[in-house]
């Protein structure tokens, strides 16, 4: 009976081959599978290659996030517009002045984070999530009564899911402005917000 040929390989070319495979996987994993399963980025190759909006993506999906619909944008209709928001703007604004906010939103809750500003009072705003997790919020204002109601009015400006906006705002009555955000995930999240503009900070 004839043998058949068998190939023998070196056990040293055996090792390397193992070596050179086991370093492939630990390369693949840092490039492509931590940015886009884990939204760990180490080297940057996760946004240079765009695998890190994979993991945005699925993310974002998870959150199934609710329609946002007028009777949702603002007071309730029985809650009145205060009279206080038809007094004239003021002959003068706030100073200019800019600054650098950071907010830390617990898991599964909701912080509001607002600025004193003046009828057409003007300030340019971005924010941003540090890890761009997506967040509910509600941008909106209150108008300065002299003896507030329980329930309070205020006036929607933008309401969304986003981890990241900016413009500029001009107030449309004197009072409070600011972002109502909520945290849809199981961890904290840290949000920045930079100003620029006529407003005041509450101390």
């Known amino acids: 009976m004839e043998k058949k040929n068998q ?3 070196p056990k040293k070319q055996l090792i390397k081959s193992v070596c050179i495979a086991f370093l492939i996987g630990v ?3 840092i490039v492509a599978v931590l940015p886009a ?3 760990k980025d180490p080297l940057g190759t996760g946004t240079l290659f765009d695998f890190s909006k994979l993991y945005i993506k699925e993310n974002t999906n998870q959150l199934n996030f609710k329609k946002i619909e007028l009777k949702n944008v603002g ?3 029985h809650i009145t517009k205060p009279l206080e928001a038809n007094n004239p703007a003021p002959e003068k604004q706030f100073d200019l002045i800019q600054d650098s906010i950071t907010v830390k939103i617990p898991a599964k809750k909701g912080i509001e984070y607002k600025i004193k500003m003046l009828k057409y009072g003007s300030t340019k705003y971005e924010w ?3 890890n761009k997790e997506i967040v509910f919020l509600d941008f ?3 108008v300065e009564e002299k003896n507030p109601p329980k329930e309070v009015f205020y006036e ?3 309401v969304a899911y986003s981890n990241n906006m900016g413009g500029t705002f001009t107030a ?3 009072g409070k402005h600011g972002w109502y955000f909520k945290n849809l995930s199981n961890k904290e999240i840290t949000i920045t917000i930079k100003l620029k503009g006529q407003y005041k900070l509450f101390n």
Do not use: A, D, N
């Open 156 to 158: 929607s400006y933008t």
């Open 37 to 39: 399963e884990y939204g």
């Open 140 to 142: 909106h204002g209150e």
């Open 27 to 29: 390369l693949v994993f």
């Open 75 to 77: 007071s309730p209709s």
């Open 172 to 174: 449309p009555f004197k």
């Open 128 to 130: 941003y999530s540090q």
């Open 7 to 9: 190939l023998i390989v």
